[in-house]
C-alpha cells in the first residue's frame, strides 16, 4: 500500500484559502491515482472531494468544488496537494489524502477506488 501523511491543516477564517499537502510513498510515481476526502462530522462518511492521476486528469466531485478547489502534484510526482480559496464554515473538517494502489496505466481513476489513507489533518474555518 502507499504511505501517505498529510499537513498544512489549521484554523482559517471564512472567505479564506488553505493549501493542505500530502506526503506519499511506496508508490509508483509513472503511474498513480491519489484524491482527497473530507469527512465533516465524526460518524459521517468520508465525502470524495477531487481525484488526480498520472494523464494528468483531475476530476471533481461537484462544480462548487472545481471553482474553489484545485488538486495537484508536484514534479517529482510525490507531493500532492489541495489549493481551498473562499472558504466557509462548511469546509470544515477531518480532510484526507487517498490512492488507490492498484491502479493501473489506461485505467480510470474514480472516487470510490481507493484503498489507502492518510491519517486525515483537521481543517476548521471560523471567525
Known amino acids: 500500500q502507499v504511505q501517505l501523511v498529510e499537513s498544512g491543516g489549521g484554523v482559517v477564517q471564512p472567505g479564506g484559502s488553505l493549501r493542505l499537502s500530502c506526503k506519499a510513498s511506496?508508490?509508483?510515481?509513472?503511474?498513480?491515482?491519489m484524491g482527497w476526502f473530507r469527512r465533516s462530522a465524526p460518524g459521517k462518511a468520508r465525502k470524495p472531494l477531487a481525484?488526480?492521476?498520472?494523464?494528468?486528469?483531475?476530476?471533481y466531485i461537484d462544480s462548487v468544488t472545481e471553482r474553489r478547489f484545485t488538486i495537484s502534484i508536484d514534479s517529482a510526482k510525490t507531493t500532492l496537494y489541495l489549493q481551498m480559496n473562499s472558504l466557509t464554515p462548511e469546509d470544515s473538517g477531518i480532510y484526507y489524502c487517498?490512492?488507490?494502489?492498484?491502479?493501473?496505466?489506461?485505467?480510470?481513476?474514480?472516487?470510490?477506488?481507493?484503498?489507502?489513507w492518510g491519517k486525515g489533518i483537521p481543517v476548521t474555518i471560523s471567525s
Open positions: 481525484v488526480l492521476d498520472s494523464s494528468g486528469r483531475a476530476d
Open positions: 487517498a490512492a488507490d494502489s492498484y491502479f493501473k496505466f489506461g485505467g480510470f481513476c474514480g472516487f470510490y477506488g481507493m484503498d489507502s
Open positions: 511506496g508508490h509508483s510515481t509513472n503511474t498513480y491515482c
